[in-house]
Structures are given as structure tokens and as C-alpha cells.
């Protein structure tokens, strides 16, 4: 049985795009995923995204995506919303990749916005619909225009949120004032997809966030997040502002890389890189350990 969730909550607020762990000849850790499932859970997350950018989803295939939405839904689908990555630059591929994540027990699916193809706004609007009705979940849009070449404008957002099944976005567009807009007009569960900008969002209305960092910080944003429900500004600032260095320190380079570091370094599940991702320097590592140092993160 999946967790509780409301309309205003549907995914949790506190959520992790989970790395795959890999074993050392590049397969599938699936006992090593659970265990860090497990792990990420305990230390305060109540939603999980696999199958996302962090978890090589580029690199991964459908039927390793299956295989471990079973296996994270078998060892935390009772405790966390476990949403599964779905969306790629082929309509027809990601409508697939999601009736198999259904299929495998995902309580819900991220959807990012077709990326290299360059499409128009009513590309993206078919895209998202058809992802949308092609299973019986709920859909986060994931608007990532870093990474896709083009944002989904405020406009697109409002009418998309009018499909029962898209439920939320998760923004790393990194523009306050378009998301602002887009919270106040749309309606949907709005989750910060950067974590530079966390606090930020939350300010201008965001419930959540879809992080990197909580591989090796939730109990710390679990706090912020409190603090700023609370009204205590002050300690939801003082908590930003202590975390700035590991936010700094775990997007020096690519984001999957900086993790896997992060949590080999820690004696948790994470493993291998697949190419074209490389493992960190011994330089780079040592920059890693002194960046989540100051943060107050001591491995």
C-alpha cells in the first residue's frame, strides 16, 4: 500500500532522486538499491524518484528500470512514494516506460520535457497528455530547460494542470518569478528541482523538493522544510545558509558523479559509473570531502 498522500502533497515533500547503485562489473545492485532506498528513508525522505537524470536513466535499460521500480517498491513502497522516471525525447518510448513502471508498482511518474528535439509548446502539451493517459497515475512534470533546450512556459503549465493525472512539476528552471506565476496560476503541487533554490521556492509557494543532496543531508532539509512551515524564518535561513557549501561542493560536476563519491565515501550502496560519467579524481574527491565538511557533513 502506498503512503497518504493529499492534493497538496500528492508525492510527499521531501524526496530524493535516488542513483542507481551498480556492482562493480556495471549490472544492477538491486540489493545495494534497496539498502540505499532503506537507508534514504530512514534519514527523513518520504518520496523517492528512480529511474530519474541521477539514477542514469540515460544508460539504464527498460528492463533494468522495471527491475528496480519492483525492488524500491518492495523495500520502502509501504513508507515513501516511490515515482518512477518515464519521460525521454520519443512519445512513444516514454508511453511505454510508464505502463511499465505502473506495471511494477510505482505510485507515480516524473515526466521530464523532451529533450534534443526541440519541440514547439503544443509538442510538449501532447506529450505530457498522452503520458498522462497512458497509465491510471499521477504525473510530475519535469521542467528542466538546462538540460532539455526548452522550458515548459507558464501558459503550457496552466493547461496541462488541467488533466486530472498531472498533479505536480518539479522546477529547475531557476527563475522565481516565472515560477511564482506558474504556482499561483496552475494549482499544481510545485517541488524545487534545485537545491540552491530550495528554500527560495518554498518562499514563493512550493511544497517540497525533489533534491540531489538528500542523499547525504535530509535530516537537514527535513528541517528547513519544517522550519519554514512552521513561520520560523530565521532557522529555516540559518539552515540554507549552513548548507550552502554542500550544495556547492555536490554540483562541482555532474550531479550523479559527486553522489556516487558522496556515498562510497559514507560505506553506503552506490557503486559504479557508467559511461560517459567518471568517477571523481582523488583531487576532486578530497574538494568533495572538504565541501560536505563544511557543511557539517563529516565522512
Known sequence: MAPTSTPQTPFGRVLTAMVTPFSA?????????????AHL????????IVNGTTGESPTTSDAEKSQLVRAVVEAVGDRAHVVAG?????????LKLAREAEHAGAHGLLAVTPYY???PQEGLYRHFTAIADATELPVMLYDIPG???????????????????????????????????????SGLAWYSGDDMLNLPLLSVGAIGYVSVVGHVVAPELRAMLEAHLSGDVVKATEIHQKLLPVFTGMFRTQGVITCKAALALQGLPAGSLRMPLVEL?????????????????HL
Not at 41 to 48: C, Q, R
Not at 88 to 93: F, K, P
Not at 283 to 297: P, S, W, Y
Request: glycine residues 12%; proline residues 4%.
Open 117 to 119: 528535439s526541440k519541440p
Open 25 to 37: 562489473d556495471g549490472a544492477l545492485d538491486v540489493d545495494g538499491a534497496q539498502r540505499l532506498a
Open 41 to 48: 528513508v530512514d534519514a527523513g525522505n518520504d518520496g523517492l
Open 281 to 297: 579524481s582523488p583531487e576532486e574527491t578530497e574538494q568533495l570531502r572538504l565541501d560536505l565538511a563544511a557543511g557539517g557533513v
Open 86 to 94: 518515464a519521460g525521454t525525447n520519443d512519445t512513444a518510448h516514454s
Open 147 to 185: 538540460r532539455s533546450g526548452v522550458p515548459i512556459n507558464t501558459e503550457t503549465i496552466v493547461r496541462l494542470a488541467e488533466h486530472p493525472r498531472i498533479v505536480a512539476n518539479k522546477d529547475a528552471k531557476g527563475d522565481l518569478g516565472r515560477a511564482s506565476w506558474a504556482i499561483a496560476t
